[in-house]
């Protein structure tokens, strides 16, 4: 085996294996109806691991998180544009996909399927927010139905952490350990994602039959085609914004590697360090592609924002519910911050991401599937929205805070 291939395999090895447990899964339903329900249990074996995993593992990996935070470091004005910049195209790109299901509605398969939210929205927006990020018992935060009270919860614990200074330092530690380990299990979980996976894929078929490759089919042409047009016109639209028509020029002339790296990789901190070196290109200045880049790479996804739109309205349109409704949509768009944060925060974070999907909008568990699916499929395109993202909005940032003279006069 060249070193090439191995390389490949390495980067694209549990994709592969996915998508062949998928397309097993696929034969099996097809060929064998709704016989293939004896396999059920063991896509429910693989769900229910995953879902008693997915409270401690958000819990250590955002408390460590926050509680390692230098103190010292005062958030200035720079860090605010960062901010500012990252949710406002996290925004854009999820505000299109809205646009996009609009006009392009997805076909809804499943009519008969069980009912969706029904308890939230008989609740006014006030007694809805509050459920969503609050609850009255400290047992309540330990359901995955309580993921948005659990993530603030897992914010304050480091933030309080960091407070207690010294005398917290051996709390500290025990969250970084814990941080470690959980990740650890998760991995070990998702080696049996292929055969967990496969088995729901193939009950599904069965059962519901193959109409499901029409939702399937239509949310990746939606995908590809809006993430294609938002990488080649929204990103020379930003680098327009940030330095003219030169911008655009330095922008594409300099991004060409940074593509290749995250397609072959599928991972934006590994495209870290070739996104540095085309932020020097672009002459963005080092104090701000030092931090928009680094820091861009977990938490700025515009390729996450625009799947996770796609996902939420095509289990809407499996299960014969309304996807463009206001409040919907509003939630949807909150989500899309949050999951960015979320996926890059940690590993396999796409189906943790997927899992507070479900649980915010009440989907049933034989709906998570799907999202994991479309999550696989549009996996490389995804990466390479959200690492290219990192520098044009870098150079957005430079433009905010540097004037918008700033590449004239690096020049």
């Not at 932020?279 to 680094?294: F, G, T």
Request: one cysteine or more; charged letters at 10%; a neutral charge.
């Amino acid at each position: 085996m060249t070193e090439q291939s191995a390389g490949f395999l390495k980067n694209y090895g549990s994709i592969i294996k996915l998508l062949i447990g998928i397309s097993i899964g696929t034969l099996l339903g097809l060929i064998l109806g709704k016989k293939v329900e004896v396999l059920k249990p063991l896509g429910d074996i693989f769900l229910n691991l995953l879902f008693t995993a997915v409270i401690p593992l958000i819990f250590f990996a955002i408390s460590s998180s926050v509680a390692n935070i230098d103190r010292s470091k005062k958030m200035g004005k720079l860090m605010i544009i960062t901010l500012f910049v990252f949710i406002g195209t996290v925004l854009i790109s999820a505000a299109l996909t809205v646009l996009a299901v609009w006009l392009f509605p997805l076909p809804q398969t499943l009519e008969s399927s069980a009912p969706i939210v029904e308890e939230i929205k008989s609740q006014n927006w006030g007694q809805q927010a509050t459920s969503l990020l609050t609850v009255n018992e400290f047992y309540e935060l330990l359901s995955r139905k309580s993921m948005l009270a659990f993530i603030i919860f897992s914010l304050l614990v480091g933030f309080a952490t960091s407070r207690a200074g010294e005398s917290g330092e051996a709390f500290k530690k025990f969250l970084l350990a814990g941080d470690e380990v959980m990740k650890q299990l998760l991995i070990l979980i998702m080696k049996i994602a292929p055969i967990g996976l496969g088995a729901y894929f193939a009950y599904q078929i069965g059962v519901f039959g193959p109409q499901l490759f029409g939702t399937y089919g239509h949310s990746m042409a939606i995908y590809y085609g809006l993430s294609l047009f938002y990488f080649a016109v929204f990103y020379s639209l930003f680098a327009y914004i940030a330095g003219g028509i030169p911008a655009i020029k330095i922008y594409w002339k300099n991004n060409i590697i940074p593509s290749f790296t995250s397609l072959s990789t599928c991972s934006s901190i590994a495209t870290i360090p070739s996104n540095l070196t085309a932020a020097r290109a672009m002459k963005i200045p080092d104090h701000i592609a030092n931090l928009a880049i680094p820091l861009g790479a977990p938490l700025h996804k515009d390729g996450s924002s625009i799947s996770a739109i796609i996902k939420i309205a095509a289990v809407f349109a499996i299960m014969g519910k309304d996807f463009m409704n206001p409040e919907t949509i509003l939630i949807a768009l909150g989500l899309t911050i949050i999951l960015s944060v979320v996926e890059g925060g940690i590993p396999n974070g796409g189906y943790i991401a997927e899992i507070m999907i479900m649980t915010v909008y009440g989907f049933p568990v034989e709906m998570l599937p799907v999202v994991m699916i479309i999550g696989t499929l549009v996996d490389p395109m995804a990466t390479l929205l959200n690492a290219t993202g990192d520098t044009v909005s870098a150079m957005l940032i430079t433009r905010f805070s540097e004037g918008k003279n700033w590449l004239k006069n690096a020049f």
